[in-house]
């Protein structure tokens, strides 16, 4: 079958729009960091305890492991090996490091985010004794 150029025009024009609506569909705008303290990588074992209450208002404890793959004065990113409940009241436990009052900014997958409840300084000092790399 033969197409007229006129149509083989307005098809080729189909698939452009189609293509470039795609593209803009899995492409991302450039990234740009919007954070108060910079992130360094890490690779730390990380425990996270876990403050439940329960309707009855007992109190259930329980830990979830984890690994620590960045960490700035203000929070972490950690891939888990368990569930979490976002709504528990956490600690982030860094064996030989200390231990972080904290809460969940966001959760996907595996990974959490977390906010630390001391301040920026207090975090900065404990980490700083352990890791010279940060700042």
């Known amino acids: 079958m033969t197409i007229g150029p006129d149509i083989k025009g307005l098809l080729d024009e189909l698939e452009a729009r189609q293509a470039a609506v ?10 740009s960091e919007n954070r108060r303290y910079r992130r360094s990588r890490v690779v730390w ?9 329960d309707v009855t208002l007992r109190s259930r404890i329980t830990e979830v492991k984890g690994v620590v793959r960045d960490v700035s004065a203000n929070g972490a990113r950690v891939d888990l090996f368990g569930e979490l409940d976002l709504e528990a009241d956490l600690e982030m436990i860094l064996p030989s490091i200390a231990t972080f009052p904290c809460k969940a900014v ?8 977390l906010q630390f409840k001391d ?13 010279t790399g940060f700042k």
């Open 45 to 53: 074992e990380a425990r996270l305890k876990m403050s439940l209450q």
């Open 119 to 131: 301040s920026p300084d207090q975090v900065y000092q404990a980490i700083s004794r352990v890791f």
């Open 22 to 31: 795609e593209a803009a569909a899995t492409d991302t705008a450039p990234y």
């Open 106 to 113: 966001w959760a996907k997958g595996q990974q959490v985010g």
